[in-house]
């Protein structure tokens, strides 16, 4: 029996066939296919219609979490990897909070030099 692969293997995968700016809309149909799951299936499993489905892989619909949710689950993606198909910190609405955690996490819990 074939392992599945994890969702980050998948994505590295996919880093040789996307570009840097892949959409959501791409990432599903990929893995959909990737799996020979059809519309009709996907539809079966998540109550969402293939009319929609078909919107929201050509990037025509705006996709939201509980859609995501659903599709990821019909087809074994994590619903924040369809939303954020090339990581969430290259999503320009959240760059400048991204960055700004970073300094603020490493100032409320810097990582301490361990005694070897």
Known sequence: MAKQKSNNEFLEMLNDFFPKDATPGELIRAKRTNYQITLEE???A???SQSNLSLYENDKKPLGYVQATKIGLAIGLHPMTILFPN???ADERFKEISRK?????????PLKKIAV
């Open 42 to 44: 996907v539809e079966k």
């Open 46 to 48: 998540t109550g969402i």
């Open 87 to 89: 990581g969430i910190e």
């Open 101 to 109: 955690s970073v300094e603020l996490l490493n100032k409320k819990i």
